[in-house]
């Protein structure tokens, strides 16, 4: 498709995909978590994709800095959910490893694409 500005960025479409990932985990989280963790660290996920779109459109370089910085912070809350999911026994140690790397791997395009915006 690519006709909006944030669907070119390789930080959007990760966001996007790590998004999904973090949905389909959350799934197999018990149900008495399904109002919290689960939620949480879907809406956290979803946040990083969303304030990467809304930051890129018609904004300044200082808004879309801003709106970069959020979505890194919302990527901070998914991290911190799964250390809770892994020390609940949520997820196994190779998962949480798993989608730990990936959320550092995310971070840093962030930082990246960040400090290129001029």
């Known amino acids: ?37 689960s939620s949480q660290i879907c809406r956290a996920s979803d946040s990083i994709a969303l304030n990467i779109s809304e930051g890129s459109i018609g904004q300044s370089n200082l808004e879309q800095k801003k709106f970069i910085g959020y979505s ?32 550092f791997h995310l971070m840093n395009m962030m930082s990246a694409f960040r400090k290129n915006i001029n």
């Open 1 to 37: 498709m690519d006709k909006f500005k944030f669907e070119k960025p390789v930080i959007w479409q990760k966001a996007m995909d790590f998004g999904e990932v973090i949905d389909q985990v959350s799934m197999s989280f018990p149900d008495r978590e399904k109002f919290n963790i």
């Open 72 to 103: 890194m912070r919302s990527l901070a809350e998914v991290v911190t959910c799964l250390f809770k999911a892994k020390r609940r026994n949520y997820i196994t140690d190779t998962k949480f490893t798993e989608l730990y790397n990936e959320a």
